[in-house]
């Protein structure tokens, strides 16, 4: 599973970048959290993973 390194801020349309890095051992799994920093409002945004075949 791959993340976006970056994402679109909810409150203020910027842009928010990936503060989390993934483990050298394991992939990105359903479940985990990733972090974003919005480079405009300065939000933090902690998003859960979801399960790809849930969509």
């Known amino acids: ?3 976006d390194k970056i994402i679109t801020c ?3 349309g910027g842009r928010c970048h990936l503060l989390s890095y993934a ?3 394991e992939p990105w799994e359903p479940g ?3 972090a974003y920093r919005c ?3 300065n939000d933090r945004w902690d998003i859960v ?3 790809p ?3």
């Open 1 to 3: 599973m791959e993340v």
């Open 10 to 12: 909810v409150d203020c």
């Open 23 to 25: 483990r050298e051992d």
């Open 32 to 34: 985990d959290v990733v």
């Open 39 to 41: 480079e405009d409002c």
């Open 49 to 51: 993973l979801a399960d």
């Open 53 to 55: 075949a849930d969509d």
